[in-house]
């Protein structure tokens, strides 16, 4: 597995942000849904080396990212998305992919083809001179997309991804996204359930920093059939209803 | 709650090569290309005129002096260090203001290395500038064609000091990354400045010596750079502190746990460590410093060979006969030389002691003109005499006229004396002579206030004993004056006259 979580927490103050979580997850794309503060990012940003856990084990790429080589290992082979990404107004998209390609350690011989295929896959090759400041929102987005393909990744952390995207280039994401997970394990973190239900071969649901549901997408779907969960699309029901089951839970334990 | 995707862990791949070094260069040529640092560089250029070119063009045309304003109490530092501070602390702060922090956490380059790229490029932006403002006013200077050696040492005290400010700016931003870290650097940078002048004024020793805006210690002397080199002693310990300020705000950044594994940072604490010593035996060393009249000696440091005088061929005009002789660095005062000495020279030329020929001598201890030796010679520190003709800078300026009337006096006054406080009887003869020489009593009190060093003498007005004396002097007819003159002068110079004695 590239991913190994047990029992993983982490707290902020009081707040557990993320509270005793296990996944597991190999190659392919997984999907992290829950609402606003669920604790998603969290476990990205400690997934992504970023935080690391109070309590917990978790073996990423079949490594204890707590020892500072095999997070080195880590690192390397790692492929970012934070939710809040800010940008170099002064650079290029080409080069602020390629800064972050040679932060990552790549060979330098190998950089400018790297760049120049990571910047055309998220299809930003016209762009790929373009200053960051001159840039759409969605398009600083695919070149933040960019930067944490540029290393092929074998783990793909991305938070948020399609924000900003319109729908044309949502779908061409998606198609990267399948193309990635050929590769790679790819962990999504979204509120779109739609892109969860388009790509994601494995699908976490996350409430106040606990996992309330871990499956398929069709097994989420299933969840939301014959409740009255609200949604426009059958896995939006399986959706509404598992997190309304775990609320109603909460306030019972409560 | 437990769950797996079902696809194996695939192999992983072959090992990158590494090649930090390369890699560390395109980092570098990248944040080169797209640093913001030129941005504030026009500014800098238009205080840089202002400040530390424009007031250094009105002084007298040797280099120790067109750049003691600006060199020496470091103006060029000043008008440097705060934006470089400034915009350092805003570079430095990028990845904070950006969102960028987590990403570039997440890097397998410790973030010290991504740090080191950006401040390095920031560091050469300030100090190429640095240079090239410098070079330019240097190259000015050049054209216009002033004398003497341009000050490289204090050159390299301006290039180090703003890369050290380049440096704390940097430092500053990467740990506090928000909007207010660049304002408060430059303030910063700009107390700091405005403290190190400050105390730089009034400590000519001490530990005070090292601060870099501090003119006290070498630039003490007009002919530096002209009869000897400019002293490297303080200079070289200044670097030394500035480099070692450098080195513990770049440590600094290696310090926290984020910023890179055990030996990175334990690298990083040997860094700041020696960085704190070098500040530390910098300032040791300044306060072993002796001030000589050629500028500030430390012991620890000095090198002999910087004590020797710099070859040159002097340039020599007549003066009622007499030949004068200049070092070629004051080839254009030679004419207002020969010109201001040609009076006194014929008063005395048939006199006992009367000097066979002049001859510049650096200013060093004297300060004033002298006749020794045997045939006698006189000696004219023209560096140390107050106001060569023309403007002297910052608002003063002396005619010919002036500088002619103290050349005269110090020539007279040293004629009548051998050494020690003037006696009564030496002061009549000078005031009779100066008289004959075209310089009325009533001007000469003021007159010797200007000319000779030290305290101004006592007497305010020409009035007393002794301009009683010179009156009666110059009372006689001029054949007798000079009769008295050749029979007494040996005996006025040597003290043994007394005012009672003269005619």
């Known amino acids: 597995m590239n991913v190994e979580l047990t029992d993983l927490t982490r707290r902020f103050g009081r707040t557990r942000a993320v509270d005793g979580v296990s996944l597991q997850a190999g190659p392919g794309v997984f999907g992290l849904l829950g609402p606003n503060g669920a604790g998603k990012t969290s476990l990205l940003r400690m997934m992504a080396t970023v935080l690391r856990p109070n309590s917990g084990r978790m073996r990423l790429l079949g490594r204890d990212p707590g020892d500072y080589a095999p997070r080195r290992e880590i690192r390397r082979r790692l492929g970012y998305l934070p939710q809040n990404l800010g940008y170099y107004p002064g650079f290029t998209v080409a080069e602020f992919v390629e800064y972050f390609a040679l932060l990552k350690d790549m060979p330098p011989g190998q950089v400018p083809r790297a760049v120049a295929a990571a910047i055309e896959s998220v299809g930003l090759g016209d762009n790929a001179r373009a200053k960051l400041r001159t840039l759409s929102g969605g398009m600083l987005r695919r070149a933040g997309i960019a930067q944490a393909i540029v290393n092929s990744p074998e783990l793909l952390l991305l938070d948020e991804p399609t924000a900003g995207l319109d729908p044309e280039q949502r779908v061409a994401f998606r198609a990267l996204l399948r193309d990635l997970s050929q590769r790679a394990t790819v962990v999504v973190s979204t509120h779109l359930v739609e892109d969860v239900g388009a790509v994601c071969t494995a699908v976490a649901l996350m409430n106040s920093g606990k996992i309330v549901f871990n499956g398929t997408p069709a097994e989420l779907t299933a969840r939301g059939e014959g409740s009255d969960a609200v949604g426009d699309a059958p896995l939006e029901r399986g959706y509404g209803a598992v997190l309304a089951a775990a609320r109603s839970l909460t306030q019972v334990r409560s | ?503």
Request: contains cysteine; positive net charge; glycine residues 8%.
């Open chain 2, 1 to 503: 709650m437990t769950a797996a995707t079902a696809a194996p862990v695939r192999p992983a791949p072959v090992r990158w090569v590494r090649s930090a070094p390369l890699s560390f260069l395109l980092l570098l040529r990248m944040e080169l290309r797209r640093n913001p640092m030129p941005l504030i560089l026009p500014l800098i250029a238009v205080l840089f005129w202002f400040d530390a070119y424009r007031p250094s063009t009105a002084t007298q045309p040797f280099w120790m002096m067109r750049t003691f304003w600006n060199m020496g109490q470091g103006h060029t530092i000043i008008d440097f260090g705060p934006f470089v501070a400034g915009m350092a602390a805003w570079i430095g702060s990028r990845d904070g203001r950006r969102g960028i922090a987590d990403l570039a956490s997440t890097m397998v380059r410790p973030r010290w290395t991504a740090h080191l790229a950006t401040w390095a490029a920031t560091a050469i932006w300030a100090a190429a500038a640095y240079l090239v403002l410098v070079g330019v006013m240097f190259g000015v200077y050049a054209f216009q064609g002033v004398h003497g050696q341009p000050p490289w040492w204090w050159v390299a005290v301006g290039v180090m000091a703003v890369t050290a400010f380049s440096a704390a700016g940097f430092a500053a931003g990467v740990l506090w990354p928000n909007r207010f870290a660049a304002p408060l650097a430059a303030f910063g940078g700009f107390l700091a400045m405005m403290l190190s002048s400050q105390t730089g004024f009034r400590s000519h020793a001490g530990w005070a010596l090292i601060l870099p805006t501090n003119s006290n210690g070498n630039y003490n002397q007009q002919d530096t750079g002209i009869f000897y080199p400019y002293l490297p002693d303080l200079p070289i310990a200044r670097i030394i502190f500035l480099a070692g300020i450098l080195a513990v705000f770049l440590g600094v950044l290696g310090l926290p746990v984020h910023a890179g594994g055990r030996r990175l940072r334990a690298a990083a604490t040997l860094i700041t460590v020696v960085g704190l010593a070098a500040v530390s035996t910098a300032v040791g060393l300044v306060r072993t410093a002796q001030l000589s009249p050629r500028g500030t000696v430390i012991a620890a440091l000095h090198d002999a060979a910087s004590d020797r005088p710099i070859a040159y061929t002097p340039v020599c005009g007549l003066s009622a006969q007499t030949p004068v002789c200049l070092n070629p660095a004051y080839g254009s005062y030679l004419s207002d030389v020969t010109a201001a000495l040609t009076p006194v020279l014929a008063e005395v030329a048939d006199l006992p002691g009367a000097p066979v020929r002049g001859t510049q001598i650096a200013d060093d201890a004297v300060g004033t003109l002298t006749i020794s030796g045997s045939p006698p010679v006189l000696a004219m520190p023209l560096g140390a005499i107050p106001y060569l003709p023309g403007s002297t800078g910052f608002g003063y300026s002396t005619t010919e006229k002036q500088f002619a009337d103290i050349l005269r006096e110090q020539f007279l006054h040293a004629f009548v004396t051998s050494a020690g406080p003037q006696t009564p009887a030496q002061q009549a003869v000078e005031a009779a002579l100066l008289q004959r020489a075209g310089i009325p009593f009533a001007d000469q009190p003021k007159l010797e206030a200007i000319a000779e060093p030290g305290p101004a003498p006592e007497k305010a007005t020409a009035t007393g004993p002794v301009y009683d004396a010179a009156q009666r002097l110059l009372a006689l007819p001029p054949t007798a004056q000079q009769a008295w003159l050749t029979a007494h002068v040996a005996d006025v110079r040597s003290g043994v006259i007394t005012l009672a004695q003269m005619p």
